[in-house]
C-alpha cells in the first residue's frame, strides 16, 4: 500500500475531535510515507487532511471537477492537482490512483464514496482495503444499519469483513495493511441462494 483515498466531509463537524482525527491521519500518512488522494478541497476536514499530510512533509493528489475549482474551492499547495470534468471521473480516477480508502465523518457525499468503493469490492472490481475511521463513535448508527442489512438477509455475511473499522488511524493503516480479499464470488453465492 502507498496511497490511500480518503473520503471526508468539506465541513469540520461540530466537534474538535474530528478535526483532530483529520490532522493526526494526515500526519500518520506522511509518517507512513503514503500518499493522500482526495477530492482536492481546501475547506473542512478534507483541507485539514491535506494540510496536515503537508505540514509533516507527505504528498498529496487531489482529484477535483471544474466547477469546485471555479468556486475557488482547489486546495493551492497540493503536490498534484487534476481538475476533472464531472463527480464521476472524480471518483473514478480517486479509485484508480488509491491503493486502499478510508472514510472519516461526513455527510452525503462520503456516504456515497464509501458505499460505492464497498459495492466495486463486493463486485470484484477492486480488491482494496476498504476501512472506516469510527470517530467518537460517529459511525455507530450506520455500523447498525449494517448489521441489520446482514441479518435482514440484504448484506451477505462475509461481505461484512470488506469494511475494516477502528478508531485510530494507525490501528487502522495496520488493520488495512494485513486485509485479505473474502472468499468466493458474490454471482456464485447469489445464485446458490435462489429459492
Same mark, same amino acid.
Given at each position: $500500500?502507498?496511497? %490511500? ?18 490532522? !493526526? ?16 478541497? @481546501?475547506?473542512?476536514?478534507m483541507?485539514?487532511?491535506? /494540510? +496536515?499530510?503537508? =505540514?509533516?512533509?507527505?504528498? #498529496?493528489?487531489? %482529484?477535483?471537477?471544474?466547477? $469546485? ?15 476533472v ?6 471518483? +473514478? ?5 488509491? =491503493?486502499?480508502?478510508? +472514510? $472519516?465523518?461526513?455527510g452525503?457525499? #462520503?456516504? /456515497? ?7 466495486? !469490492?463486493?463486485?470484484?472490481? @477492486?480488491?482494496?482495503?476498504v476501512g ?8 455507530d448508527?450506520?455500523? +447498525?444499519?449494517?448489521?441489520? !442489512?446482514?441479518?435482514?438477509?440484504f448484506?451477505?455475511?462475509? @461481505?461484512?469483513?470488506l469494511?475494516? %473499522?477502528?478508531?485510530?488511524? =494507525? #490501528?487502522?493503516?495496520? !488493520? ?11 454471482? =456464485?453465492? %447469489? ?5
Amino acid at each position: $500500500m502507498q496511497s %490511500v483515498c480518503v473520503f471526508c466531509g468539506s465541513s469540520y463537524g461540530k466537534r474538535d475531535v474530528y478535526r483532530e482525527t483529520a490532522q !493526526a491521519l494526515g500526519h500518520e500518512l506522511a509518517r507512513q510515507q503514503l500518499t493522500l488522494v482526495w477530492g482536492g478541497g @481546501h475547506v473542512g476536514l478534507m483541507g485539514t487532511i491535506a /494540510d +496536515a499530510v503537508l =505540514d509533516a512533509g507527505g504528498e #498529496t493528489v487531489g %482529484v477535483i471537477p471544474s466547477f $469546485m475549482v471555479e468556486k475557488e474551492l482547489a486546495h493551492p499547495d497540493s503536490t498534484e492537482l487534476i481538475e476533472v470534468d464531472s463527480m464521476h471521473t472524480r471518483k +473514478a480516477l480517486m479509485a484508480e490512483r488509491a =491503493d486502499g480508502f478510508i +472514510a $472519516m465523518p461526513g455527510g452525503f457525499g #462520503t456516504a /456515497d464514496e464509501l458505499f460505492e468503493i464497498l459495492t466495486w !469490492a463486493q463486485l470484484h472490481i @477492486h480488491k482494496k482495503p476498504v476501512g472506516l475511521l469510527n470517530v467518537a463513535g460517529f459511525f455507530d448508527p450506520l455500523l +447498525a444499519w449494517i448489521r441489520h !442489512a446482514e441479518a435482514e438477509g440484504f448484506i451477505r455475511p462475509g @461481505h461484512l469483513d470488506l469494511l475494516i %473499522v477502528a478508531d485510530t488511524p =494507525d #490501528t487502522l493503516l495496520d !488493520a488495512m495493511r494485513q486485509h485479505r480479499e473474502p472468499e468466493g464470488d458474490w454471482a =456464485d453465492k %447469489v445464485n446458490r441462494a435462489k429459492p
